[in-house]
């Protein structure tokens, strides 16, 4: 069976004020595309369908166009669960009604498993949904649960697994697929991009280690946006997100995973590159080769984090950098090298300086001109007031 993965769509998300809607039209019509052209069998969204719990109208029917052209247009069953940005309540309504139509929608997770069973050539391939569900809510689910004993992350998920692994083991399921939204740790620490992914973790505490999925011939995971396998055999997966959602997430190569198992359960796993409608940037050095620079041209449709060289700060930077690149989203100065003088130090506190005279400087270092006879005046005044305030001992 061929086993489509994808998770983490985060479908209405604002990119630095800047809707990506239309980028993630764009990307899932290249998922539609992906699909259709390896003969996918099957397509499993491994959690944050949406970024929000409540999302917007116009998020919701581009998941619901998605899901028509992927069940009606290809045949391709799907199978979808909840993440930590979704609403389970919300995700899960009128599931009862769709799973008829093949497209198996798990929001809450509830003390009996409702796996679903899929056919191949080869007979019967069993999927456990485990969407994600916060700890302490979810207390009730645990058996023998200590009432005193805080409920993490990774017993919770352990749980949900021993479950799955049982019902597995009563009915004699031969090729058993578990889907999960977690936080799911092998021998390294995996990649994790932190600017966009919500932590369901202390300090590793709640790290679900990949031995809690074992004897299942696939795990689709969800929640870390990079693409990447957890076991050398690439068992345990997570298929990363549909777009580059931070600049961390810049180098990323985002994608589709197909997962091929076989009939007694061996796995081929490869990944298939969708390519973003807008790519992401860093860029370093001063405005003027940022500005003037040939290599950058084909940047300009890029979202871009420019890093200024520039010193002092140049004047309208950003309204300048996006005169080059419209998409630019994120602007730093980087600080400049200063030796610290033991000396210096050692002498103590410089004597007090006249205010106009450090005013001077602070204007001829930064802005490169010397104040005018206006910003003088402005700048006597406000010192006059500061004094006077001091002078009545800090009450206006």
Known sequence: MRIAHLADLHLGRVFHGMSLLEDQRHALERVVAALRDERAEVLVLAGDLYDRALPGADAVRLFDEFLREVNESLHVPVIAIAGNHDSA?????????????????????????LPITLEDDHGEVTFYPLPYVEPEAARGLLDDADPAAPVTHRTLVQALVGAARRHREANAVTRSVAIAHAFVRGDQWPDESRRSERSLHLGGVGAVPTEAFAGFDY????????????????????????????FDESPHDKGLTLADLGPRGELAVRHVPIAPRRDLARL?????????RAEYEPLRGCFISAELTDHPPPLQAMERLRARFPHAAELHFKRPQSAVDPAAIAAGPPPVRDPETVFH???????????????????RDALAKARALHDAGGRP
């Open 89 to 113: 309540d919300h995700l899960g309504f009128g599931a009862w009604l769709f799973s008829r139509g093949d497209v198996h929608v798990r929001g809450r997770v509830d003390r009996d498993l």
């Open 219 to 246: 795990v689709a995971l969800g929640h870390l946006h990079r693409p990447q396998s957890l076991t050398p055999d690439g068992r345990v997966r997570y298929a990363g997100s549909l777009l580059k959602y931070s």
């Open 284 to 292: 370093a050095g001063s405005l003027e080769e940022l500005l003037t």
């Open 361 to 379: 400087e602070f204007m001829q270092r930064y802005l490169a001109a010397a104040p005018t006879d206006d910003e003088r005046a402005v700048f």
